[in-house]
């Protein structure tokens, strides 16, 4: 299991907290948020630590995720 700093910790929780932002508040579920923070966990396993390349890889994955609920 990877291993992260603390810095990269709260990276990776400022962006998901953003790319929550961008999902609809009413299909803005627990679920939906686990599924964009582990978007955002694999993007950091594979060596993306920057705040905008983390928030890039689950914001591409928007649409992926929402379409799945229909």
């Known amino acids: ?19 929550m932002t961008k999902i609809p508040v009413d299909q803005a579920t627990p679920g939906i948020k686990a599924c964009m923070a582990e978007f955002i966990l694999k993007a950091a396993a594979g060596g993306q630590t920057t705040y905008d390349g983390l ?14 609920l229909m």
């Open 1 to 19: 299991m990877p291993s992260y700093s603390p810095e990269l910790i709260e990276t990776m929780r400022a962006a998901l907290n953003e790319v």
């Open 55 to 68: 928030l890039a890889a689950a914001s591409q994955q928007i649409q992926t995720v929402l379409s799945q």
